[in-house]
């Protein structure tokens, strides 16, 4: 059995790893469906996360977490490259569904984090991955030197706008007010940037295009503007996220333990949810700050809190 099976291996996840390792875990595994990192490692720059900032050119997420996992594994988590169907819990231990086989664990991190949200527009999964994306990072590079629109008015949108004017002619930033979600420096940032449109109270209704991809998008106004088409062959969508929540997602539909209505897991300042021995940590957590630093802090305690746990109850 394990001493703790950590769900998802982004900063929380990592970190979890990390504490409950060095504070002497032994049996502590990481179910990862992709390579560690998290979402972070779609981003172009970070420049919040202290201790290691760079100017120019600016630290990308990936080069962030790249150290991450070395680090975590050298006290002993161990990685599993899988995906995690459901937790579910039986007597006093838990169960960990793996698709064909499980696991028990004493303890379980839930670290699955969150993902980003489709507008709804019409299109819009008809040309995903084919001229509508939601990674700046990842797809910016095939609009060298032609025109794209981001759509949305947060950070992810904003800072995502400044990384593809680097690459692209020109970005259009479509955005359904006309005050912004982001943090100010990054509006003012954006203002500055020649190569950066707004196109405000606005949104977008229809992606349209052919069988080689997107060619365009028709867009419609809150105020008394006339519709009209913006012909771009990209179109980065940066509209919030959801919370990764399915793996407490329990076979009659409820939840193992307490969500809110939006299904962000409920948690105390130990990060320990309704359930004894179950935490989570991270953006899927209720109030959510959802920066690095704190997905990490979460990470931190509650590695430390399945270790009390299982002391306390002397599971070891
Ligand atoms: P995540 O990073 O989302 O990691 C969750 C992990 O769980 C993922 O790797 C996923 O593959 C895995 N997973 C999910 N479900 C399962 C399952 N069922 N089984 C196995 N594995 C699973 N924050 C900042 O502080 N500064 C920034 O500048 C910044 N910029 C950002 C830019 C972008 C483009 C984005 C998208 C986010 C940015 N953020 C930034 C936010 C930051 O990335 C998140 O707050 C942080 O990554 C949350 O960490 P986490 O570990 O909770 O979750
Ligand atoms: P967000 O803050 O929720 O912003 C989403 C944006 O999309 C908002 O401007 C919203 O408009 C718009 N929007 C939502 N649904 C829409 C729809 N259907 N059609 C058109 N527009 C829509 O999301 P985010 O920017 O991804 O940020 C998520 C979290 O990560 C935030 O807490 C953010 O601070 C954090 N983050 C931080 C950094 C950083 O610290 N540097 C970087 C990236 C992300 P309204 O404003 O009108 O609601």
């Known amino acids: 059995m394990l ?33 560690p990192g998290g979402q972070i490692t779609q981003s172009s720059e970070i420049e919040n996360y202290p201790g290691v900032f760079r100017e120019e050119p600016p630290l990308t997420g990936m080069e962030l977490m790249e150290p991450w996992p070395a680090q975590c594994m ?18 006093d231990h838990f169960t960990v569904e793996l698709g064909t086989e499980s696991v028990e664990a ?18 819009e999964e008809e040309f995903f991955g084919r001229g509508v994306s939601t990674c700046a990072t990842c797809d910016g590079f095939f609009y060298k030197d032609k025109e794209v629109a981001v759509l949305g008015g947060g950070d992810t949108a904003l800072e995502e706008a400044l990384y593809l004017a680097n690459i692209c002619s020109k970005v259009y930033v479509i955005h359904r007010r006309d005050s ?43 105020d ?17 996220n959801n919370v990764n929540n399915k793996v407490l997602q329990q076979e009659d539909g409820s939840f193992l333990c ?18 004894p021995g179950l935490f989570a940590a991270g953006d899927l957590r209720i109030e959510a700050p959802k920066q690095v630093v704190c997905a990490a802090g979460d990470g931190a305690i509650a590695g430390m809190q399945a270790l009390h746990y299982i002391q306390e109850h002397e599971l070891i």
């Open 258 to 275: 307490e969500v809110n209505e939006q299904g962000q897991v409920v948690v105390d300042l130990n990060m320990r949810t309704s359930l």
């Open 3 to 35: 001493d703790c099976a950590i769900i998802g291996g982004g900063p929380a996840g990592l970190t979890a790893g990390l504490y409950a390792t060095r504070g002497g875990l032994k049996e502590v595994v990481m179910y990862e469906m992709g390579l």
């Open 106 to 123: 004493k303890t379980v991190i839930v670290c699955t984090g969150s993902t980003p949200k489709r507008a709804g527009f019409k299109g």
């Open 224 to 240: 008394s503007r006339e519709p009209m088409e913006l012909k771009v062959p990209g179109l980065f969508v940066f509209v919030g």
């Open 180 to 222: 912004f979600r982001a943090a100010p420096p990054t509006v003012e940032r954006v203002k500055r940037n020649e190569k950066i449109e707004f196109i405000l109270n606005a949104t977008v209704e229809e992606a349209f295009g052919d069988a080689t991809g997107l060619q365009g998008v028709k867009i419609a106004f809150t």
């Open 74 to 91: 050298h006290f002993g988590l161990k990685h599993e490259m899988k995906e995690v169907q459901r937790v579910r819990k039986e007597g």
